[in-house]
T-cell receptor
Framework: GEDVEQSLFLSVREGDSSVINCTYT??????LYWYKQEPGAGLQLLTY?????DMKQDQRLTVLLNKKDKHLSLRIADTQTGDSAIYFC????????FGAGTTVTVRA | DTGVSQDPRHKITKRGQNVTFRCDPI?????LYWYRQTLGQGPEFLTY????????KSRLLSDRFSAERPKGSFSTLEIQRTEQGDSAMYLC??????????????FGEGSWLTVV
C-alpha cells in the first residue's frame, strides 16, 4: 500500500468513544493494522484485521473494515487519559505502509 | 520473550561521522524490517530481511546506508558520513511468517539519531 490517509487530530472527552478513520489504496493488502505510539516510544501493535473480515472486537477496541470503499476505522470505547497517543493505521502484504497518524487527545 | 530490542536508544553524532544501530528481533522471527520516522510523520519503510537475505531496499536507502543480518538473527543498520537530514528515529520490527499465516509485525522502541 502506497497511500494511507488519516485525519490528523482528534479530541475526545474522557469516558466517551473515540473513532479514528483511515483510507487506504492497496486492495491487495492481506491485513490491516492499528498501532499506537506514545511520545518518544516505538509502535505498539493494538489490533489487526484480516482483509476478508468486516469487523473485529478486542476488549475496548472495535475495528471496522469496508473493503469496497477501502475504509478502516478504530473505535475505542470508554476512552481514558492513557489512550492519548498517535494512532497509525497501516496496510500490509509483506511490509507495512503507514499514514501520518492521528493524534488523539483525551480531555478530562 | 523480551520483544524487539534496539541499541543504542539515543545517539548524538557530528556530521560526517558513521553510526551503527543494532536490532535484536523476537526470537524465531524470520523477518526483520527497518523503518525511519521523522517528527510528525508515519514510519517509512527502508529495508527488510527474510532470514539473512535482504529482499527489498527502499529508494530512501541511499548508498550511505547499509543493513546486514549476517546469521539471520540480529541486524545492524550503518549510516556512513551522516548528514543533518539523517536525524530521525530508526525503528526495527520483526515478524514470523511461513506463508500460510499472518504476518504480524512487532516494533522495537526505536533508536533516536541526532546529527549536529
Amino acid at each position: 500500500g502506497e497511500d494511507v490517509e488519516q485525519s490528523l487530530f482528534l479530541s475526545v472527552r474522557e469516558g466517551d468513544s473515540s473513532v479514528i478513520n483511515c483510507t487506504y489504496t492497496d486492495s491487495s493488502s492481506t491485513y490491516l493494522y492499528w498501532y499506537k505510539q506514545e511520545p518518544g516510544a516505538g509502535l505498539q501493535l493494538l489490533t489487526y484485521i484480516f482483509s476478508n473480515m468486516d469487523m473485529k472486537q478486542d476488549q475496548r477496541l472495535t475495528v471496522l473494515l469496508n473493503k469496497k470503499d477501502k475504509h478502516l476505522s478504530l473505535r475505542i470505547a470508554d476512552t481514558q487519559t492513557g489512550d492519548s497517543a498517535i494512532y497509525f493505521c497501516a496496510d500490509a502484504d509483506y511490509k507495512l505502509s503507514f499514514g501520518a497518524g492521528t493524534t488523539v487527545t483525551v480531555r478530562a | 520473550d523480551t520483544g524487539v530490542s534496539q541499541d543504542p536508544r539515543h545517539k548524538i553524532t557530528k556530521r560526517g561521522q558513521n553510526v551503527t544501530f543494532r536490532c535484536d528481533p523476537i526470537s524465531e522471527h524470520n523477518r526483520l524490517y527497518w523503518y525511519r520516522q521523522t517528527l510528525g510523520q508515519g514510519p517509512e519503510f527502508l529495508t527488510y530481511f527474510q532470514n539473512e537475505a535482504q529482499l527489498e531496499k527502499s529508494r530512501l536507502l541511499s548508498d550511505r546506508f547499509s543493513a546486514e543480518r549476517p546469521k539471520g538473527s540480529f541486524s545492524t543498520l550503518e549510516i556512513q558520513r551522516t548528514e543533518q537530514g539523517d536525524s530521525a528515529m530508526y525503528l526495527c520490527a520483526s515478524s514470523f511468517t511461513d506463508g500460510s499465516s499472518g504476518n504480524t509485525i512487532y516494533f522495537g522502541e526505536g533508536s533516536w539519531l541526532t546529527v549536529v
